[in-house]
């Protein structure tokens, strides 16, 4: 996901999926229960949707819910400039605003066999629905707040490298971060298995049994961590990463032992 103002890169999420996947992890039910529109739901309802041969329709619940969305899919635009920023007014931008999205490879979206033969899938019938405001003294409003000067806050977010752990022979990695910013929020890493195109398990993030992490910033040690942080901080780090009030919906025994581990 790109998001473009002007010449300015406001984001450019390489494998936004998988943040997307492993926040998703940490939803209350209810928010959880209210993504379908999204695709996020059970294996079977899936299976419902796009009437996969090996459905299952004793479930009156989904067979319904089934019957409402059909096979129809919706991709939020949440960049904070459209959510955060109160009003958006698109006509007092001085610059184009631009999404770019990259639909992610077959083989990571869709679990099928090895011998399927050219297996693919398409989206048809874009269409792009937003909310507006038909107040005029609202819609005049919204423009008095950008003709006066207006900022814009917003944490870009970047794939910096991919890198193969080797889990019988690599006992210590060692891994330089190096991208033009003048500040960083934070570095995180997230360990999925390698896997054959159609064959992986997309909601997996293994913990690779870290037990310490040394942080140094141009040579210097971390203030924080500057004696090493050991596995038992790993878990408090991360919690504060969370989007929202999603730390407290979070079980430590989880993202240690249940396929929900990141650094």
């Avoid at 294996?43 to 989904?62: I, P």
């Avoid at 993202?255 to 650094?263: E, G, P, Q, R």
């Amino acid at each position: 996901m790109k998001v473009i103002f002007g010449g300015e890169v406001l984001q450019d999420t390489q494998r936004y999926d998988l943040i997307k996947l492993y926040e998703d992890y940490y939803q209350n039910k209810e928010e959880y229960g209210d993504l379908l529109s999204q695709g996020v739901t059970g294996e079977n309802m899936r299976k419902l949707q796009v009437n996969a041969g090996d459905k299952s329709t004793s479930n009156a619940s989904e067979v319904a819910l089934t019957a409402v969305h059909n096979n129809k899919y919706s991709i939020p635009l949440d960049h904070p400039i459209l959510k955060d920023h109160g009003v958006l007014y698109l006509k007092a931008l001085t610059d184009t605003l631009r999404f770019e999205l990259t639909l992610a490879p077959v083989g990571d979206v869709v679990e099928y066999s090895s011998n399927t033969p050219e297996a693919n899938y398409k989206i048809t019938n874009l269409e792009l629905e937003y909310g507006s405001i038909h107040s005029e003294y609202l819609a005049g409003e919204a423009a008095a707040s950008y003709q006066v000067g207006r900022g814009f806050f917003y944490e870009n977010i970047i794939l910096d490298k991919e890198f193969i752990i080797s889990k019988p022979n690599d006992s210590v990695i060692n891994e330089s971060i190096n991208i033009p910013r003048r500040s960083m929020t934070g570095i995180l890493c997230l360990f999925t298995e390698d896997y054959n195109a159609g064959a992986q398990d997309p909601k997996k993030f293994v913990n690779p049994n870290i037990t310490s992490v040394d942080i140094t910033l141009d040579g210097m040690p971390n203030q924080l961590y500057s004696k090493e942080m050991v596995s038992t901080g790993l878990w408090e780090s991360m919690k504060r990463r969370l989007p929202g009030e999603s730390y407290r919906n979070a079980k430590e025994v989880h993202f240690y032992t249940n396929d929900k581990f990141a650094l």
